[in-house]
């Protein structure tokens, strides 16, 4: 079985979304759209699986439940919020605008992705060097 670990699947959905954007951006025609809802749909799934393995892995087995209504509570109203601010944004900017908004986050989800992939590295290394000490 493949080890896919939750950073990995948060990664591909940053991944994903800047494919997207990229290509809302490149065109309107309809095959963009198509590839756009394709990509869209595939970041959606990274992030949701990644983002809820995450929050399942870092609780108790006693507030699990608590902390996933909470976590889900969080992302469909976040995408209530995201769903008319979009039509506001389009209404009153236009398209290029809308897809340009999703920059930020994306970036700001990469720096956050590589500094925690530093500190794990950083934490592995000195663990290694501890054993490496020990065992001289």
Known sequence: MIDVTASDEIANDEIANDARARSNVAGIT???FWAT???LGLGWNFGFIGASALVLETHLAQERNKVQAFNDFLV???MA???FSSGQLLANYGWSAVNLVV??????????LALASF??????LAAVAELAEAGM
């Open 119 to 124: 500190a794990r590295r950083r934490t592995r």
């Open 30 to 32: 309809a095959t963009h």
């Open 76 to 78: 469909f109203g976040m």
């Open 103 to 112: 920059y930020p986050p994306v970036l700001l989800g990469f720096v956050v």
């Open 37 to 39: 809802l394709v990509v």
């Open 81 to 83: 919020i995201g769903s």
